[in-house]
């Protein structure tokens, strides 16, 4: 086992190690609908390649770039800004080719020493990380040289067959984590669908005006009107109103200062809140916080309110506090939390305050310019009945929050063990086997 393990430096059980491009040779100008995928630090959340939410750049563009593609089985790691990322691209990858970003850089592994799921796991323990960050440079985080420097750390090199064994057991608690994911997105497009048929699109109203069945259990038909009727939106269903999201919700601005909270309080900040994506599974604790923060309770609406074109919308898993940046959402009474929900996570809602920040660097969007956002109001048996179903939705996605900590622990826990040789693999195995 352990002793049939040796050391070797990155340059010599690597093809190839190389940055990112220079410069402003990728930015918003170059991005286009649909071509190759840009890397940026949000795909490299843990030690596989989060593969979802990308810009994208034409292949002509990718190609001036060459230098910078990387393809599967490649490690990519951050440079600059929130140093310390690293990733591999999978086999089961959704794309073959990808650009990474100005603040990356790579290394391809040569496959008869080492796997790329090896690199990234060790990278990712803490001794991975000490070594990564130990040539940091001040002010403005940074990797000095990081090119030069990656090439002669030195690290613990197994046998193939060790590797390949480290990387599975380590791999199936990823899959875990992964099958939660994608899990949560599914039930977050569900509801987004259902939400967008009911109160945008109103669908069972015009099936039930051409007098089609709407689809749907009879007691939830009937509270729908069967005509529609003028309004300043245009036509709407008969017997709604015109209103704003602040007749349905409120901002608790309920402000507390670092001494009033508790160290273990978790604390959530935008870098800790995904795209598109209303689960929160990431968060850090209050300790050594210095500036004031808004406190919110589990199940409240976070929206991040500086650079809304990010869709950072999510729901808390838990009691705690997040930064400034967030604006903590909460409908007037329960019956509308779906129905606030489904507007503050869409897409035209995310549009509309992204048109309304102030700030050209920074754009700021504020809770008075959301309240200000003007919807069709559904009577309240209605809201009801659609929180009635989101709840179940929610549920089931904080629930599978927790769940993917518990798993994200256990990773983390066997993780250096398993990467120094201290946990046999045997086990490693048992206590899977026990805990998934």
Not at 32 to 44: A, D, E, F, K
Not at 129 to 137: C, D, E, G, P, V
Not at 342 to 363: D, Q
Not at 376 to 396: C, G, Y
Request: aromatic share 8%.
């Amino acid at each position: 086992m352990v002793g049939e393990w040796t050391t070797a430096k990155i340059e010599d059980v690597s093809e190839k190690v190389a940055m990112g491009p220079f410069g402003s040779s990728i930015k918003v100008e170059t991005f286009v609908p649909h071509g190759i995928p840009v890397i940026s630090g949000q795909h490299l959340h843990g030690s596989r390649l989060m593969d979802t939410d990308y810009n994208f750049v034409s292949l002509k563009h990718a190609e001036k770039l060459k230098n910078a593609n990387v393809y599967r089985g490649d490690v990519v790691f951050t440079h600059a800004g929130n140093i310390g990322q690293v990733a591999f691209i999978p086999a089961s990858s959704r794309y073959e080719r990808y650009v990474i970003s100005q603040r990356q850089f790579y290394l391809r592994p040569n496959l008869r020493k080492v796997l790329p799921e090896f690199i990234a796991y060790y990278f990712t323990s803490a001794e991975g990380q000490h070594k990564l960050l130990a040539n940091t440079s001040s002010g403005v985080p940074s990797i000095a040289q990081p090119v030069s420097y990656l090439r002669t750390i030195e690290i613990p090199l197994p046998p193939l067959s060790e590797q390949r064994a480290i990387a599975h057991i380590l791999g199936t608690l990823d899959d875990k984590i992964e099958l939660n994911r994608k899990m949560n997105r599914t039930l977050e497009a569900m509801a987004q669908a259902i939400f967008k048929s009911w109160f945008v699109d109103f669908d069972p109203v015009r099936a039930k005006a051409e007098g089609r069945d709407p689809g749907l259990p009879k007691a939830i038909a009937d509270l729908f009107p069967d005509a529609f009727e003028d309004s300043e939106l245009g036509e709407i269903p008969e017997g709604w109103e015109v209103g704003t999201l602040g007749e349905v919700a409120v901002h608790p601005r309920r402000g507390v200062q670092p001494a009033q909270i508790e160290p273990d309080t978790p604390y959530i900040a935008l870098e800790h809140m995904p795209r598109r994506c209303i689960a929160l599974s990431d968060w850090g604790t209050a300790e050594g916080l210095e500036s004031n923060k808004f406190k919110f309770n589990a199940g409240e609406i976070l929206f991040g309110k500086l650079r809304p074109y990010f869709h950072k919308v999510g729901v808390a898993p838990v009691d705690g506090v997040c930064s400034t940046d967030i604006v903590v959402v909460a409908p007037r009474s329960s019956h509308w939390f779906g129905f606030v929900l489904g507007h503050v996570s869409s897409i035209p809602f995310v549009e509309y305050t992204n048109a309304s920040s102030t700030g050209t660097k920074m754009p700021r969007t504020s809770w008075n310019d959301m309240a200000r956002c003007q919807v069709v109001i559904p009577p309240k048996p209605l809201a009801e009945a659609f929180t009635n179903q989101i709840n179940q939705t929610v549920d089931r996605i904080i629930s599978s929050v927790h769940e993917f900590r518990t798993i994200a622990a256990l990773r983390d826990t066997l993780l250096p063990k398993l990467i120094s040789g201290e946990l046999s693999l045997p086990d490693a195995e048992q206590i899977i086997g026990r805990c998934v």
